[in-house]
């Protein structure tokens, strides 16, 4: 089955008017590929809408703000920290390193944490956090999450799938559009620390959660890589990005970074860092290493079972270089 037609009603309790419909739905269905949406400014002016038969109907259009940012405003503001954990390459365990993150800030039970997950072709939260066979209920008042703990909420597509194998088959403004509404109308709470997980690279979905909390504000970026040059050159284009758009950055997490036995202790680097890894690249544009997680297999299994790696394996290196990286985040935003 693949989830390539009806995008995802949204549940806002306020009735929204006709330039309030951005996303997912702003593109019709009849519209060209690389249609604009009928809320830009360049809808019926763009080189694709030739040909369109929704061209001159959307060029006499309104234009203006998105009037959905004063909801997510609105929703947002009982979100104390936002984090972004972003990597240019796949496979780097981006995703990993966000539930580990998220885990580890949820120990603190007086800590509420939340994990939004805006990789929207490839969710893997709802597996890591033991939450596969979760579903999103509705209310009046929004859309609930599902949670790993009483302290930890988790948001993701993957709740919205009749299956994990279902393909998401979306342009850019159906995976815009679903964004919105993780931010809008999703009952967060009161929260101290959000972590946004997000794809690799620099697209669709990055540009929209920068977009809508540029008034409430992104705290920082975590960027994670490995030690290799393949995926170190990826990151490098994150962090211009990064720059370009205005996000601060915490630092730098090299993740798999050398193999330590459990039983032995003993340590071997199994992607060998050719270029220096992440602190040579840290030192060299002025970012902080915020700390290296060693491969431990067993990291794996716990994602596979859904359990936190953390509380599995409180004496495992993995486990200690987790706690140092929250511990060095928490001082940068001056939660310490």
């Known amino acids: 089955m693949i989830a390539v037609q009806h995008p995802l009603p949204p549940p806002s309790p306020i009735p929204l008017g006709p330039t309030s419909t951005v996303l997912p739905t702003s593109v019709p269905d009849n519209a060209p590929e690389h249609c604009p949406g009928v809320e830009s400014t360049q809808a019926g002016k763009a080189d694709a809408c030739e040909g369109c038969p929704n061209q001159s109907v959307c060029a006499e259009g309104p234009?203006?703000?998105?009037?959905?940012?004063?909801?997510?405003?609105?929703?947002m503001k009982s979100v104390?920290?936002?984090?972004?954990?972003?990597?240019?390459?796949?496979?780097?365990?981006?995703?990993?390193?966000?539930?580990?993150?998220?885990?580890?800030?949820?120990?603190?039970?007086?800590?509420?944490?939340?994990?939004?997950?805006?990789?929207?072709?490839?969710?893997?939260?709802?597996?890591?956090?033991?939450l596969s066979s979760s579903t999103i209920h509705t209310s009046s008042s929004g859309w609930s999450p599902a949670y790993a703990l009483d302290n930890l909420a988790v948001m993701s597509i993957g709740f919205l799938l009749p299956s994990s194998s279902d393909a998401v088959i979306w342009k850019g403004p159906k995976k815009n559009g679903l964004i919105k509404q993780f931010l809008k109308d999703v009952e967060?709470?009161?929260?101290?620390?959000?972590?946004?997980?997000?794809?690799?690279?620099?697209?669709?979905?990055?540009?929209?959660?920068?977009?809508?909390?540029?008034?409430t504000g992104i705290d920082g970026a975590v960027l994670v890589t490995t030690p290799q040059e393949v995926a170190l050159q990826d990151v490098r284009k994150e962090i211009d990005f990064c720059r370009k758009v205005g996000i601060p950055i915490l630092g730098l997490v090299e993740n798999m970074s050398g193999f330590v036995c459990p039983k032995c202790k003993n340590e071997n680097e199994i992607f060998v860092p050719t270029t220096g890894g992440a602190e040579a690249m840290g030192k060299e544009l002025?970012?902080?290493?915020?700390?290296?997680?060693?491969?431990?297999?067993?990291?794996?299994?716990?994602?596979?079972?859904?359990?936190?790696?953390?509380?599995?394996?409180?004496?495992?290196?993995?486990?200690?270089?987790y706690l140092d990286i929250v511990q060095r985040i928490r001082e940068l935003l001056g939660d310490e």
Do not use: N
């Open 63 to 75: 234009k203006g703000p998105d009037p959905d940012l004063p909801l997510i405003r609105e929703r």
């Open 80 to 130: 104390k920290r936002k984090i972004l954990v972003l990597s240019g390459k796949g496979g780097v365990g981006k995703s990993t390193f966000s539930a580990g993150l998220s885990w580890a800030l949820a120990a603190d039970e007086e800590c509420q944490t939340g994990i939004m997950d805006i990789d929207i072709c490839g969710p893997s939260i709802p597996l890591l956090m033991g």
């Open 188 to 215: 967060w709470g009161d929260l101290d620390y959000m972590v946004v997980d997000t794809p690799p690279g620099t697209s669709d979905e990055h540009l929209s959660i920068v977009q809508y909390l540029k008034e």
């Open 286 to 321: 002025g970012i902080e290493l915020l700390g290296k997680v060693p491969l431990d297999p067993r990291i794996g299994m716990t994602c596979d079972q859904g359990m936190s790696f953390l509380d599995e394996y409180p004496d495992s290196p993995a486990t200690t270089a």
